[in-house]
């Protein structure tokens, strides 16, 4: 038996950035006159936290950092036909973006429900790619470790880059007692995670070490700013988005402590060719 009917989000961009306006089209087509008692669409950023630790949770922590939700239908019959709803969020300036580690995984979905008497509800979803804004202030995803002595984190002007090119930023230490630091290194890795069902399948391999400090140094309470530049591979796979399939590159930070765990921290790189 053919489907009789039909109901699916289509946004109008597959990235965005943090303060921009999301715009998406809601589709339902019905093959013969139905009713409806409403329709709601959600869009929504959740966290999957591994490894984490806090008051509440130990070992993994699910939180939600964003949620707006509109009615995007009211209660109507309607006759066979397709019918579009235009519907639009506007994103806060300070929402994290899209990002996908071994620890951490932010995702952004836009969920819709449709309402019918005497039926089951309707659903459809989609994902959304949302990067960080080049004026926005450094986001820190990684939750700091037991036992770590700093915070570490990122003055990234773009995540967007071009294979073969050159990207400079800054590793931002933020000493929470006083430290000696011994050492710092990025590294370039390409991650690559495949949904299948209820499997997830990751993958990771490192592209490039970057050594940004060698020498060793004392800091209390004052950030200490280790600036780099790192060419980026001319092969470098670009970012890839399809279906429950991503590649992403990631830049990641490990600033050495004496006597203390290494502080580390990661950023989301999205390259792309031409």
């Known amino acids: 038996m053919k489907n009789e009917a039909g109901f699916a989000i289509r ?18 087509r019905r093959r013969r006159p139905a009713t409806f008692r409403g329709g709601m669409v959600q869009l929504v950023c959740s966290g999957h936290y591994r490894g984490a630790h806090s008051q509440h949770h130990s070992g993994e922590a699910w939180v939600t950092h964003f949620k707006s939700e509109q009615i995007f239908t009211d209660p109507a ?6 019918l579009l709803f235009e519907v639009n969020f506007k994103l806060p300036t300070d929402v994290p973006p899209t990002y996908a580690g071994n620890l951490i995984e932010v995702e952004w979905k836009m969920k819709a429900k449709l309402d019918i008497p005497r039926r089951l509800d309707e659903t459809a979803e989609t994902r959304l790619t949302v990067v960080r804004s080049a004026l926005a202030d450094s986001i820190q995803l990684d939750m700091p470790r037991r036992g770590t002595a700093c915070d570490v984190a990122f003055d990234l002007p773009n995540q967007w ?20 630091i011994t050492g710092a290194q990025l590294e370039l890795l390409r991650n690559e995670v495949v949904h299948t069902g209820s499997f997830t399948r990751q993958g990771q391999k490192r592209e490039k070490i970057l050594k940004l400090s060698s020498a060793s140094k004392s800091v209390k309470g004052l950030m200490e700013r280790l600036g780099f530049r790192i060419a980026i591979p001319d092969k470098a796979q670009p970012f890839l988005a399809v279906g429950e399939a991503r590649g992403y590159h990631e830049l990641r930070a490990k600033v050495a402590i004496r006597g203390r765990t290494d502080c580390v921290s990661s950023v989301p790189l999205f390259i792309y060719n031409g």
């Open 11 to 28: 946004p109008e961009h597959s990235a965005y950035r943090p303060g921009e306006q999301v715009t998406a089209w809601i589709s339902v």
């Open 77 to 82: 019959q309607v006759e066979a036909e397709e």
């Open 161 to 180: 880059v071009r294979a073969g090119d050159q990207i400079e930023g800054t590793v931002l230490v933020i000493p929470l007692a006083e430290v000696e």
